[in-house]
């Protein structure tokens, strides 16, 4: 199995924009998570946290689209969230 057969598309917005700039890429390989990210965005870190807010948002859609109620798909995000940062399952690249 190639990479680029389990790749999503692009949006449309994004490949029509005049500039336009891919944020992160996580993948499953092999049942682990590997990420890379584009770290120079923002000056303030902070905004890495509205954006994953912001992709909680976008999932918990996703979810509700499936027939799943948003707020009940976000609370679920929000307590994982909170697990992980106190007790990690795994320990992250640095």
Known sequence: MRAKENELPIPPAAERA?????MARIWIVDGDQHVVISPNLWKDAAAWGL???DLAKHVA?????????????????HEA????????TDPVAR
């Open 81 to 88: 969230f909170e697990v992980e940062w106190e007790s990690p």
């Open 51 to 53: 954006m994953l807010v």
């Open 18 to 22: 005049q500039k336009a700039v891919e």
């Open 61 to 77: 859609s996703a979810y509700e689209a499936q027939g799943h109620e948003r707020a009940a798909v976000l609370k679920k995000i």
